[in-house]
Every structure is written in C-alpha cells, then in structure tokens.
C-alpha cells in the first residue's frame, strides 16, 4: 500500500501466474485445500450472504463484490500450493517478504516524515499534501504482517530473525506516526489473547502479562485521548476521546439500517447508496456514510442482515477457539507447533478486531491481506520437511 493497491494485485497476479505453471504438481495439495475447515467455513459465509444479493439495491454493485471474495480466495490457494509443496520456495518467499517490507517501511517512514515534500520541492511541485491519510491502509496491513514476520524471523532462525524484529519496529513506528486506531485495536486483541495462551505456564507470566497489558490499555487510551478533537459534534454514543464524533453518526446510521431491513439487508457493498445515506451530518458537514461505515460487522449487519452477520460472527468464533483448543492440546509440545498457532490466531484476531474500526470490508487489498497472509503461515512446513 506504500506504492498503492494496483502493485499488491499486480503481484499477486504474477504469483498466480507462477503458479499455474507448476498445477499439475499443485493439483493434489488444491483440492485437499477445498476440503479444508477454512474451505468450509467460506463456504457457510458466502452461502449465507447470497440472498442479500438478489435483494439488493444495487445487485450488480452486491454480485461483484460477493463473488471477488472465492475468486481471491481462489488466487490465495494458488498462491498457497506451490509453497506448501516446495520449503524452499516457501522459505525464499519468507525473505522476500521480510526484505520488501522492510523497504516498504523506510519509504512509508521517510514519507511520513517530509520526505516526499522534499521531493516533491525538487520537482517544483505543490508540498502541501499530507500523507498520513494514505498511508492508513499500509499502517493496518502492517500490523496483520506482524505475527507473518515474527513467525518468518523464527522460522527462519539466523540474521533473519533481526530482519524481522527490525521490520516490526519500523512498522509499528508507521502506525504510531499514521494514528491508526484500527491497527492499534488489532495489536491489542491479538496480542492480548496470544500474550495470555503464551502466559498460561505459570503464576509468574501471568503477573508480567497483565501488568504489560495494564500498561499497553493505559497508553493506547492515554495516545487516543490526546489525538481527539472533543469540540467535534457528537452523538454521545461513547466518549468522544474514546470514538470520534463523526464515525459515532457514522455507526449510528448504519446500526438504524440493521432494524429497516433486518433479515437480509440492502445489499452487499451498498450501503452508500441508502437513501439518505449521502446526507450532511449537521455540525460536521460531512456524509453520514462517506463510503462505507467503518465498522465490518455494522457493515455486514446493515447490508446482508441479521441473518448474514450472525453467520459470520459465529463463524469466527469457532475458528479462533479451534486455533485456542489446539494451542491448549500441544501446550507441551513442539515450540514451532505452539508458535505457529499463535501466529496464526494472532493475524485472526488481529483482522476481525482492526475491522471492526476499519476500511470497508468489500475492499478487495484488505481481503487480499487476510488471505495471502493465511496463505504464508498456512503454507509452513515441518521442520522434518525442511
């Protein structure tokens, strides 16, 4: 997202390219990815979200979106074939991420930081032009790419490890710069639950784990009160230090939508075009929905119903608490098992929580994220395999 979403695509295009050049040694690993837990479990979703399609109101705007997700889904399981069956092209694809993200990071920070008003002087163009906005998209792609890289710096043991702890740092000095509360909400989640299974080996982790975590709440509430604007007008729905004025009407909105259509909803990707959607929020002069609500399960809510959201909130709950059973099963054994678990409920977690204050959930470069990043920690071999 530091050189915009047309390169992630791009990429993964030329992934998938490579890829079909090597489906006759792919094909046995693809179909025992259709008969997956995760197969499944996208399945049960889409099934459930296809009424809202043809009862949308705008069903070609709904189609499009509804059917993107198998089609990148099926890209991502391409993307994972070829790695699961070669650890070493699974292990180089490891490096390139650690050594394009931490390139991604230093542009994202000397950006950030004025360095393209530099360029853009040299160039004797206009400067005024502020990049954190922009830049919000790579701030909550980074914080999914943590638990990747930290599982790549492991994985991959050696000088590799310090690529990735350095590339960690970098990002989530992109996300303290950007203020991305999205990401920070994911970090939290994620290493909150991860932090806890991880601390659950005796008295003495868990007194560090909660005065770590303790400390992590008070700091991010402490880092969100002092970037609020409380002279914004407000709903008073929550604390305006808390949630902004704006994305409170913003919710309260699309929450009021959930009950107009309760069952099935106006259709996927379609809330903007509700009427009254488009209108100015008084005080505040801006739309009560922009693009979307900012809020993946109001936006679900709202647009395939109660029906289509309980599908997927139940959904993601038993995924997370089948990685929880089975981090609990292999308590004492393998620490790679352990790790990869956790990497895996972490990025998880992460996802669902960031999406609840994030980007549109129809965005083709956040489900490519989610995907391509399960596709990596998926794709992991055993060490007996390496």
Partial sequence: MVFGPGVMQGGLIIALAVSL??????????????????????????????????????????????????????????????????????????????????????????????????????????????????????????????????????????????????????????????????????????????????????????????????AAIAGTLSWLADKMNPEVPSPNIFPNWLVDGHRQYIWQFAYEKIWESPWLGYGINAIDRIPGAKDHIPGIEHPYIPSHPHNAYLEVGAETGLVGLAVLVLVLIFFALRLVSQYLACAEGPLDQRLHILALLFLWVGFWSSSALNFSLWSAWWELTLFTSLALLLATPSRKQN
Avoid at 107 to 120: M, Y
Avoid at 173 to 181: E, K
Wanted: glycine share 10%; with cysteine.
């Fill in 21 to 214: 050049l090597s489906i006759r040694e792919t094909g046995p690993t693809i179909k025992l990815a259709f008969g997956s837990l995760l197969a499944g479990m996208a399945a049960v979703v889409l099934i459930a979200w296809m009424p809202s399609v043809f009862t949308s109101i705008e069903p070609l705007r709904s189609l499009e979106a509804w059917a993107r997700i198998p089609l990148l889904m099926l890209g991502a399981v391409l993307l994972w074939s070829p790695l699961k069956n070669d650890p070493a092209l699974h292990a180089l694809s490891l490096k390139a991420l650690l050594c394009s993200g931490f390139f991604a990071a230093v542009v994202a920070i000397f950006v950030l930081n004025g360095g393209n008003l530099l360029l853009l002087s040299l160039q004797g163009q206009d400067i005024f032009y502020t990049p954190t906005k922009p830049l919000k998209a790579y701030s909550n792609i980074s914080m999914c790419l943590i638990p990747v890289v930290l599982w790549a710096g492991h994985f991959l043991k050696g000088r590799w490890q310090y690529a990735a702890l350095g590339m960690i740092c970098l990002n989530l000095v992109v996300i303290a710069q950007t203020g991305t509360g999205a990401a920070v909400a994911g970090l939290l989640a994620g290493g909150a639950l991860v932090g806890f299974l991880a601390a659950l080996k005796g008295k003495k982790f868990l007194f560090a784990y909660f005065g770590v975590l303790a």
